[in-house]
């Protein structure tokens, strides 16, 4: 937001006509007086950017420009614009985010993963009874880097000294993306309500109303139960898996209570994904075995 000082004839219509009048050019004198309201990191943030590359300098950049009409005018939007500003769909923020290697994580796995390339929202982090999708890309988001929270570039990659750091890091990227979308695969396949909902034979919000298998705090718990089980069973983590098939994700089992399901709703807080992902580890024979791994009796 800046505010300059400007004569009122600086600014000269394209034309007369209606839409002509609502654009045209602006002269701004090279003495001219702006002020910075809100924005200075930015500036300081495009002056860096210019040292590394000059070449930027030909880029241009959208402002909004204020007349100066007196400091109480300017504090009190300041204060009207900080203090009433929307906070940008954390879904809407990771799709439209083409820097981020998180990002574009998230974005490549949902791609080549059928059930949520099929039935994800991916700009709104909330879905309406009437919505066809079955998730949201902010819920993916969580659960896949629950997922690769162990998981850090190959041996190989690290060894490999002829590699750039672009290449490493691309290769680390890719792998992540493999072994995230092998993963969602193998978990789709052993939770059939989404392969019924991918094949249109129960509506998207049937589902969500009547099972917890496509809510956050799930699919995050079972990213968690994934890096876990593959941390202790390298070779057969999909065969434990497979026991999700037993477990009733119907919002009417008892065992949600006070556990996820506080107050007659889903709970998305963080003890609730905890308690999500004991339950899930028990009900796969993981939390044995870690006490097993850890010499516990």
Not at 8 to 14: E, G, R
Not at 164 to 191: D, G, H, M, P, R
């Amino acid at each position: 937001m800046i505010f300059c000082q400007l004569n009122l004839d600086a600014f000269t219509l394209v034309g007369n006509e209606a839409e002509e009048r609502k654009i045209g050019r602006l002269r701004v004198p090279m003495d001219a007086k702006f002020t910075i309201n809100d924005g200075q990191h930015r500036r300081a943030a495009f002056e860096m950017a210019l040292r590394e590359n000059p070449q930027l300098g030909y880029e241009t950049v959208a402002l909004i420009l204020f007349l100066d009409i007196g400091l109480e005018k300017s504090q009190q939007m300041f204060a009207d614009l900080n203090g009433f500003q929307v906070p940008l769909e954390a879904s809407l923020s990771l799709l439209y985010n083409h820097r981020d290697d998180r990002a574009f994580v998230v974005k490549a796995v949902v791609k080549q993963v059928e059930v949520f390339r099929c039935l994800t929202e991916m700009e709104r982090g909330s879905l309406n009874g009437r919505s066809h999708k079955l998730f949201a890309l902010s819920a993916i988001d969580r659960a896949i880097v629950a997922l690769l929270s162990n998981i850090e570039g190959s041996e190989q990659a690290k060894l490999s000294g002829s590699r750039t750091k672009k290449e490493q890091k691309e290769e680390e990227l890719a792998q992540k993306i493999q072994l995230a979308v092998s993963y969602w695969n193998a978990v789709s396949n052993f939770i059939p309500d989404w392969q019924l909902v991918l094949h249109k034979q129960v509506a998207a919000g049937e589902m969500r109303r009547d099972c917890v298998h496509c809510h956050s705090v799930v699919l995050e718990s079972l990213g968690e139960v994934g890096a876990a089980l593959r941390s202790v069973f390298p070779e057969s983590w999909e065969e434990h898996l497979s026991l999700l098939r037993q477990v009733d994700w119907s919002i009417s089992n008892p065992d949600w209570e006070n556990g996820i399901l506080l107050k007659g709703g889903i709970s998305k807080s963080r003890a609730s994904v905890s308690w999500m992902t004991d339950y899930l580890k028990n009900r796969l024979a993981l939390e044995t075995a870690d006490r097993a791994q850890a010499g516990c009796p």
